[in-house]
């Protein structure tokens, strides 16, 4: 019952979320300083992180193939097939649940304990519209993120397999140009638009609807990570089944 | 003017607001105070249509709270200064950002009446060179004023105040009591402030609502409440021994 009365309060939340807007002059600026902190700010641990784990899902394809009957341009396919279905749109989501997702819940939890959402609904203000909506817009640029992890993983796998001596240059490059499906790409921005929703909301959930003090502020941001990585492993699972077999 | 008809509020099944019914008046600088527990905070955020209340009713100037439409609220809010406890400035904008926030959310000023309007209120809070200041370069003290500010900068027709003065010296308490007051009496606003504060009392209660475990045990004014018998009264005014020693001088006189 009680999980019954959270997952209500959730979708209550998103139906608020889109009630009653902000002055659009306001919540511009708050998209414009979201999409900093959200997007802009992630850049550089997606990008650290993409180019060595591209790298590393090659070296470990490359001392995986011992049959000399393999083809060496599989390395290049194997290393493109993980990063665009599952290194790029599950595995760096998950990250940001850990980055985004405590930034966003820790921030709106501290505005919870010092009153400062009840300043803004006191105001008559519509908190969850001017503090959820805009990290829900901000974050629709998320396949952006994504696509540069796409590509720096790759990038990095090539990297590895030539300066590791594991293929040639020419052997990676058709190795990511071979039976390549196009909507490989649609179906990995499609979980990633359905990921950014979750870690806008979910994150948000928890910071809004937080009690306490300063300690809950960090319970609750443990305890989105744990939900938002959850939900979206599990919708990750649900989206598979549904777009791919 | 803001009436009270026996207001109810439970939390978990336990009754923290048991039937209070009071007014506060326009012009007025009205103060709720109580023990700590008394239920004051519960009791302003039901005011403010932070908290429903399961029973009774709230009237802004004749308007019951809960019979207004959504858009109704949010226009009699806009009509509402809060300061907080702790002051709840926004921790990502500057102090003039905060003063400037009401304007630019309710408000088609432009940007130079805006910045013109702010500079007025941070001059009437005494506060001149502060304008870029984040709050975390706030004092306390600067930090309510700032509050103040906010409240203010709209011309709301009511003002409320929970606990202005905690954590905060005994000089820069008055001097914060003062403005709220003068601004009270300046822009004829309804006043109405959370306090356990006995100095704000003497200085500052034109009307004085005494809670008591969620129920109200005695209204008055601040020169009343030196003469009241009433037992709950003078437990909490004369529990310090500052306070004894004034009862004392003051029945000394009488005589």
Redesign the interface.
Same mark, same amino acid.
């Given at each position: 019952m009680k999980y019954l009365h959270y997952i209500g309060t959730y979708f209550l939340m998103i139906v608020e979320m889109f009630r009653k807007p902000t002055k659009w002059s306001v919540m511009k600026q708050l998209i414009l300083k979201d999409i900093d902190d959200l997007i802009i700010g992630s850049l550089g641990i997606v990008a650290f992180i993409s180019f060595f784990v591209g790298g590393v899902v090659t070296i470990q394809t490359a001392l995986n193939i011992s049959n000399p009957l393999i083809p060496k341009y599989l390395v290049g396919f194997a290393t493109r097939q993980s990063v665009i279905l599952e290194f790029a749109p599950t595995f760096i989501s998950i990250i940001m649940a850990g980055k985004v997702g405590s930034f966003i819940t820790s921030s709106i939890g501290t505005m919870r304990v010092t009153e400062q959402i009840d300043a803004l609904e006191v105001m008559g203000i519509n908190s969850l519209n001017y503090l959820v909506f805009p990290k829900f817009i901000s974050l629709l640029l998320y396949p952006f993120v994504i696509s540069i992890a796409m590509f720096l993983g790759i990038l990095g796998g090539m990297a590895a397999c030539v300066y590791g001596g594991f293929s040639s240059l020419s052997d990676y490059i058709i190795g990511i140009q071979t039976d390549f499906i196009p909507f490989h790409i649609t179906y990995a921005f499609i979980k990633t638009t359905i990921f950014a929703f979750v870690l806008a909301t979910i994150p948000s959930y928890h910071g809004y609807y937080m009690t306490g003090g300063a300690l809950e502020v960090g319970k609750a941001s443990t305890t989105s990570f744990v939900w938002t990585s959850v939900v979206i492993i599990l919708l990750n699972y649900i989206l598979t089944q549904m777009l791919l077999s | 003017m803001i009436e009270v008809k026996n207001i109810h509020k439970s939390f978990s099944g336990v009754e923290v607001l048991k039937g209070i019914s009071t007014s506060f008046e326009k012009g007025k600088t009205n103060l709720i105070i109580g023990q700590s527990g008394s239920g004051k905070t519960v009791f302003i =955020?039901c005011l403010?249509g932070?908290f429903d209340y399961e029973e009774g009713c709230i009237a802004y100037d004749g308007k019951v709270f809960s019979e207004l439409s959504?858009d109704q609220?949010?226009?009699?809010?806009?009509e509402?200064g809060?300061v907080?406890?702790?002051s709840?400035?926004?921790?990502?904008m500057t102090i003039a950002q905060n003063v400037m926030?009401?304007l =630019?959310?309710?408000t088609k000023q432009s940007r130079s009446e805006m910045e013109d309007r702010v500079d007025f209120v941070l001059k009437r809070v005494n506060l001149i060179d502060a304008h870029n200041k984040m709050p975390s370069e706030a004092s306390g003290g600067m930090q309510k004023r700032v509050a103040i500010a906010r409240a203010i900068v709209n011309n709301p027709k009511y003002l409320?105040c929970d606990e202005p003065n905690s954590g905060l010296d005994p000089k820069t308490s008055i001097i914060i009591d003062n403005l709220i007051q003068e601004i009270t009496d300046e822009y004829n606003i309804t006043t109405v402030i959370n306090s356990h504060d006995m100095n704000s009392v003497m200085e500052i209660g034109e009307k004085i609502v005494f809670l008591k475990d969620g129920l109200k045990a005695w209204e008055g004014s601040k020169d009343t409440i030196f003469k009241t018998d009433n037992e709950v009264v003078t437990d909490f005014v004369y529990s310090s021994e500052l306070m004894k020693k004034v009862r004392q001088m003051y029945i000394e006189e009488k005589q």
């Amino acid at each position: 019952m009680k999980y019954l009365h959270y997952i209500g309060t959730y979708f209550l939340m998103i139906v608020e979320m889109f009630r009653k807007p902000t002055k659009w002059s306001v919540m511009k600026q708050l998209i414009l300083k979201d999409i900093d902190d959200l997007i802009i700010g992630s850049l550089g641990i997606v990008a650290f992180i993409s180019f060595f784990v591209g790298g590393v899902v090659t070296i470990q394809t490359a001392l995986n193939i011992s049959n000399p009957l393999i083809p060496k341009y599989l390395v290049g396919f194997a290393t493109r097939q993980s990063v665009i279905l599952e290194f790029a749109p599950t595995f760096i989501s998950i990250i940001m649940a850990g980055k985004v997702g405590s930034f966003i819940t820790s921030s709106i939890g501290t505005m919870r304990v010092t009153e400062q959402i009840d300043a803004l609904e006191v105001m008559g203000i519509n908190s969850l519209n001017y503090l959820v909506f805009p990290k829900f817009i901000s974050l629709l640029l998320y396949p952006f993120v994504i696509s540069i992890a796409m590509f720096l993983g790759i990038l990095g796998g090539m990297a590895a397999c030539v300066y590791g001596g594991f293929s040639s240059l020419s052997d990676y490059i058709i190795g990511i140009q071979t039976d390549f499906i196009p909507f490989h790409i649609t179906y990995a921005f499609i979980k990633t638009t359905i990921f950014a929703f979750v870690l806008a909301t979910i994150p948000s959930y928890h910071g809004y609807y937080m009690t306490g003090g300063a300690l809950e502020v960090g319970k609750a941001s443990t305890t989105s990570f744990v939900w938002t990585s959850v939900v979206i492993i599990l919708l990750n699972y649900i989206l598979t089944q549904m777009l791919l077999s | 003017m803001i009436e009270v008809k026996n207001i109810h509020k439970s939390f978990s099944g336990v009754e923290v607001l048991k039937g209070i019914s009071t007014s506060f008046e326009k012009g007025k600088t009205n103060l709720i105070i109580g023990q700590s527990g008394s239920g004051k905070t519960v009791f302003i =955020k039901c005011l403010l249509g932070l908290f429903d209340y399961e029973e009774g009713c709230i009237a802004y100037d004749g308007k019951v709270f809960s019979e207004l439409s959504e858009d109704q609220k949010r226009n009699l809010r806009a009509e509402i200064g809060m300061v907080f406890q702790g002051s709840a400035l926004f921790d990502s904008m500057t102090i003039a950002q905060n003063v400037m926030f009401p304007l =630019k959310m309710f408000t088609k000023q432009s940007r130079s009446e805006m910045e013109d309007r702010v500079d007025f209120v941070l001059k009437r809070v005494n506060l001149i060179d502060a304008h870029n200041k984040m709050p975390s370069e706030a004092s306390g003290g600067m930090q309510k004023r700032v509050a103040i500010a906010r409240a203010i900068v709209n011309n709301p027709k009511y003002l409320f105040c929970d606990e202005p003065n905690s954590g905060l010296d005994p000089k820069t308490s008055i001097i914060i009591d003062n403005l709220i007051q003068e601004i009270t009496d300046e822009y004829n606003i309804t006043t109405v402030i959370n306090s356990h504060d006995m100095n704000s009392v003497m200085e500052i209660g034109e009307k004085i609502v005494f809670l008591k475990d969620g129920l109200k045990a005695w209204e008055g004014s601040k020169d009343t409440i030196f003469k009241t018998d009433n037992e709950v009264v003078t437990d909490f005014v004369y529990s310090s021994e500052l306070m004894k020693k004034v009862r004392q001088m003051y029945i000394e006189e009488k005589q």
